[in-house]
Every structure is written in C-alpha cells, then in structure tokens.
C-alpha cells in the first residue's frame, strides 16, 4: 500500500520469514539494485535529459553527512548500524519462531522443550523489540540534531551573505529547496539517515535469507526476484505520480494556506468586515477546496491501478511458491515447519527485493536534496568579507566617498537605475538627495553603503575603492534608518542597542531622546525594559509608525557609526513631529558626515547641500537658495509641494 501523501513508505522486514535462496537470484538483485543507484535506468536518463546533473552523487552525499554528522552527532553512524543490525536480528527471529514450535511438535519434544522454546523466542524478541525501540529513539535525535545543523548553515549562508545575493532570483530559490530539504523530520536533511537505515536493514536480510533459503528450488527463487523486479518497475511510475506533480500540488496548498491566513490574520480582519468579504473568502476557498478534491482523486486512481498491479503477480508469485511446496510435501514429505518457512521465505525474498530498490531509489532523490544544499552553501560571494583587507571604525578619522562614473542595473533590467554619476561626500558634510519616485534614490544609498557594487565605475572611501576591503568593516561605518523597519519582539532597550548583554542604558535613553521618544518611554509601566510587539511577549507594547520610525533612528545614533544614512527617516511623522527631528538634526549629525534622502524639499533645507536626482543622475546640485533661483525641477516641485504647507491650505 502506498502512503497518503504520495510517498513510498519505508519497507520494514515482515513478519513471516523471508530470506533469499541462492547466489544466482542474489546476483540478479544486486545488479538491479546496482543500476538503480547509478540512475542507468530508462526513467534515470529521461530525467537526466530534462535536468541538470547534481554537482554530488549518492556516494559523495553520504560522506559529506558523515563529515556533518562528525561535527555534531557523531554517534548518529553507529546507531544506524545498530539499529539495522537489531530490526534484521528481530525479524529473523520472528520469521524462526513459528517453524521452531512446529519442528519440536512434530518430533515429540517434551512439554518442558516446547515451553523452553516458546519462553526463549519471547524473552529474545521482547528484548531485541525494547532494544529497537530505544536504539531508534535515541538514533532520532541525533538525526534532529544533524539536521538542525544543515539548517543553521543553510540559514547562516543567507543571512551572511552579500545583500546583492537576495536579489538574485536563482539565489533565491536555491536557497528555499535547501531550506526545505532540512525543514521538518521528513525532510531529505533528516530522512537520509531513514534510508541507509533502511537499506542496510534490507541488505543483512538479504544475506540472512539467503543463507538459510540455500534448500530451496533455485528457479522459484528466481521468479519470486523476477516478479518483484517486474512489479517494482511496472508501478514506479505510477507510484511516483505524487512526485512528479508535487509542484501542482504545491500550487494548490499554497492557495489553501494564503487564503486561510488571510481570513484569520489580525492585519486583514478590517478589510474583510468594512468591504464584505467574507463570502468572497469563502468562494475562493471552496474553489480551492474543490481543485485539491480534483487533484487527490486522480493521485489516489492512479495509486490504485499500481496496488492492482502489485496484488496480481503477489497472486502469481505465491501461487507458484505454494504450488511447488505443497508438491514438495506431498511428493517428498516435506514437514509443516519447513513448509512454513520456505514458503514464507519465498514471499518476505520479494519484498526485501522491492525493499532494496525503492530505498535506493528514495535515496537517490534525498541525495539530490542533499547536493541541493551543498551546492548553496558553496555559492560564490561577490563580495570580499573576512578576506579583504581590515578596516577600523575610528570617530576621529575624517571619511571621504566619492562616486566615480557610477552605473548600476538590476539584474533583468532593461536600463540602468544609476547612469555615470559621480559625486563626493565630503567628511562631516549633510547632503541632502531629493527626486521623484524611480529617481533613483534609494539604489544609490545602497551603493554608497556597500550593499550593492555599481556595474559600472567605482565607489571610493577615501579614494580607494571600498571592494577591496572586508565589507562587514565597511558596513561598521554607517548607522543607517531604512524605509523599511526590523523591529524585533525584545525589549526597548534591546532593540536600540541590538544587543542582549552589556548594554549601556544611559547611551540608550541619551539616543531615545535625540529621537524625541523620551515622553512616550517614560509613560510606559517598564521603561526601556518594556517589551516591543505582542508576538512574543503579551505585555509587549505596539508602537505607532511614526514610533516606530523614532526607535529605528534612536538605534541608528546607538552604533555611534562616522556616516548616518537616513532614507526618508520622517514619512510616518507628522508635521509637528518632523519638525521637532529637524530641530535636533544638527545636534544629531555632529561630528558626522550625514546622507539624507527625502520626498519632501523642504525637509532638507537644512543641509549643506542638495542633489536633485532625475533618470538616475545628478540634473541639479547646490543649496536650498541656489536651485530656487535655477529655477529647474528643484524650484517646480518645491513649488507644487510648498502650496500645500501655506496658511490657509490643506496639509
């Protein structure tokens, strides 16, 4: 039977015995296990041709997971061994049992021997059965812990690394199959070690079977093999018809859990209620419902034509088993005992046949989930991090970066956001840079702050070029505030600070107040030790936006950086309020050089210096005063914007 979701179960030895008879049909199963883990079949070449071929195969993945193992959980090997070695062991034992009784039944033992018997197998099978069960608890979380590992670098790798990888759609994806392949307990990160467990489980029964089935017809051994291949690759296909509509699949329960979350979510529930749409919802997920029914039906068809398949040559094949053993009992007087364990044997040899491939097949398909992460982890960083050259955070060092003849595109664009500029920021100047949407803004902060390296020109830090230096240096020298804001569920004082330990409090109440924040801690019940967000903690407090954006500056001034980046750091204020930050902003860039970018002109009247970007490149330069009597795109959109703020208008 195959698994509701589509899986092929692990196969476990059975209950009745079940070994393989002669070499001629353990060869014959070798060699098909063989080219099963090579992928030389007609369905492993078809897949080769419609994709690309893993950078690791089976064999190199199961190194890298012991080397992980080795790192973490070194006992995870040993266990698996063990623990293959006790279920062969427990099975072997299940399938003597029966012929044992029998045989001492049929020569007349003792009561006294056929209760010894009896009380030995039970008291061997509880043990081997109790110790099963704690080798394969105790192997559990081992297999957890490598896997958590595999997650922590893969996770570690993307929070690592270059800021121009998370733009990058293929980096993007690879990055979300590596974290699925070490997601859950069923994943490839974890179920590996299921396999090889399974595997060598398989494989000791194999040889056990074998030489205890060494009486048996060497031909009935062959077609039990024979027809357990045939079923095996009669109904691969079908089986794996789950797998390869998993992204259909997918689809459909993405759909389910968006639409879910949407209904239940907090954020939407006033949307649903002020426009109605709950019977909108409900429609939507109904049709879902419906295409999900659609697409479990024709799974389940098709699992049931491969279970079909399956129950006609089992017929066959123990026909053909209980045929000749029963010829053999009535012909040459065979006893019931060794009846009983031939003819288990000859059913239990097919399925450690099946059990053999479709593990190695499974393997296969984990080892490329494996690779998957492998070859995430070993994808080249455009930056130089620990191997570039140092650099040291000094206060007292004057910064000079300069722009020279810089161009950027992002990746599939069609032109450049950023067309040969060039520009300097003087140290301890304020440069304001204001424009229209699309202007460009916010792409040269990220070039200028290192998160992005131009595709055309260079940017210099005091006039070398900042690529050749350790970028996580580079990065210590700007305390920034981006539009979008990474609040976390911890504390006020933990969230300026960024920090769990060793937090200077009055530095922190010092920058709350440069933020203008100092009322709105005082009035909360703990201070700078009340928690933020209610995602966590149910006493946490949400702050406003324009409270938000206040706590994201007081965090900025706390890194105490010699570049302060603010990108539109007064949207979510009102008017009072920016105008206080405006007020404090000399106070606040004091002995810092400062980068201010803002829809709004006329916040930045107060900078020493204004560019007006239009199409990705400087079309204006100069103060407040001067670009009004240029009377450009500067002065029009000052004065659209202006109307709004005079006496008697509407803000």
Request: glycine fraction near 8%; hydrophobic fraction near 40%; charged fraction near 25%.
């Amino acid at each position: 039977m195959r698994s509701i979701d589509g899986e092929v179960p692990a196969i476990h030895p059975p209950n009745q015995a079940f070994r393989p008879r002669n070499v001629l049909g353990a060869i014959f199963c070798v060699r098909i296990i063989a080219r099963q883990v090579k992928g030389d079949s007609k369905m492993g070449k078809n897949e080769k041709t419609k994709k690309p071929k893993p950078k690791y195969n089976v064999w190199q993945n199961t190194a890298y997971m012991l080397s992980v193992a080795w790192d973490t959980r070194r006992s995870v090997p040993l266990l698996v061994v063990l623990l293959a070695v006790c279920t062969a062991g427990k099975t072997t034992a299940e399938m003597l049992i029966s012929p044992a009784v029998l045989g001492k039944l049929e020569s007349g033992a003792p009561l006294g021997q056929l209760l010894g018997a009896i009380g030995g197998f039970t008291i061997l099978l509880f043990a081997l059965t109790a110790l099963c069960y704690y080798i394969d608890h105790l192997t559990m979380f081992g297999r957890c812990g490598v896997r958590l590992e595999l997650l922590k670098r893969v996770n570690t790798k993307r929070t690592r690394t270059a800021y121009a990888n998370l733009l990058d759609e293929a980096f993007r994806l690879m990055y979300q199959k590596g974290h699925d392949a070490c997601m859950n307990n069923r994943a490839s990160g974890e179920a590996f070690w299921k396999s090889w467990t399974d595997i060598m489980t398989n494989l000791i029964g194999f040889g056990v079977y074998l030489a205890l089935l060494s009486g048996l017809n060497p031909w009935l051994c062959v077609l039990t093999a024979l027809t357990a291949v045939v079923s095996y690759f009669s109904t691969r296909n079908i089986n794996e018809w789950g797998y390869r509509h998993r992204e259909e699949g997918a689809k459909i329960t993405r759909s389910l859990h968006y639409l879910r979350n949407t209904a239940e979510g907090r954020e939407f529930g006033k949307d649903i209620r002020i426009f109605g749409l709950r019977q909108w919802l409900t429609d939507l997920y109904d049709s879902a419902l419906r295409l999900n029914y659609a697409f479990l039906e024709k799974r389940e068809r098709a699992y049931l034509t491969a279970n079909l398949i399956d129950l006609a040559l089992l017929l066959v094949r123990n026909g053909a088993a209980y045929a000749y053993l029963l010829w053999l009992t009535v012909t040459r007087g065979l006893p019931v005992s060794e009846f009983l364990l031939y003819f288990g044997a000859a059913s239990g040899f097919a399925q450690w046949v099946t059990g053999l491939m479709e593990q190695f097949a499974l393997l296969r398909k984990q080892s490329l989930d494996i690779s998957t992460i492998r070859e995430f982890l070993e994808l080249p960083e455009p930056f130089r991090f620990e191997e570039g050259i140092p650099l040291e955070k000094r206060l007292d060092m004057p910064y000079e970066l300069q722009l020279e003849d810089v161009s950027y595109r992002y990746p599939g664009a069609e032109k450049n956001t950023i067309a040969h500029m060039s520009l300097t920021l003087h140290p301890g100047e304020n440069l304001a840079i204001v424009g229209l949407n699309g202007a460009g803004k916010t792409t040269l902060v990220k070039l200028i702050c290192g998160f992005l390296d131009p595709t055309g020109g260079r940017v210099l830090l005091n006039g070398q070029d900042i690529r050749q230096y350790n970028r996580r240096d580079y990065y210590k020298l700007f305390e920034a505030v981006f539009q979008d804001f990474s609040v976390l569920s911890c504390t006020v004082a933990e969230n300026v600070a960024q920090a769990m330990d060793g937090i200077d409090e009055e530095k922190v109440r010092y920058c709350l107040d440069q933020a203008g924040l100092t009322e709105k801690i005082t009035s909360l019940p703990a201070g700078i030790k009340t928690h933020v967000g209610r995602d966590v903690y149910l006493d946490g407090v949400e702050f406003s936006g324009g409270q938000t954006q206040r706590l994201m500056l007081a965090r900025a001034l706390y890194k105490d950086a010699p570049i302060l980046v603010l990108d539109e750091p007064t949207a979510a204020l009102d008017p009072i309020a920016e105008d206080d930050i405006y007020q404090k902003y000399n106070e606040m860039t004091r002995g810092r050089t400062s980068l201010f970018i803002s829809h709004r002109l006329a916040s930045t009247r107060f900078c020493d210096r204004i560019l007006f970007l239009e199409n990705g490149r400087v079309a204006e330069e100069g103060t407040h005063d001067q670009l009004m009597a240029q009377n450009g795109g500067y002065a029009k959109l000052f004065a659209v914007q202006s109307k709004y703020y005079k006496e008697g208008k509407a803000v």
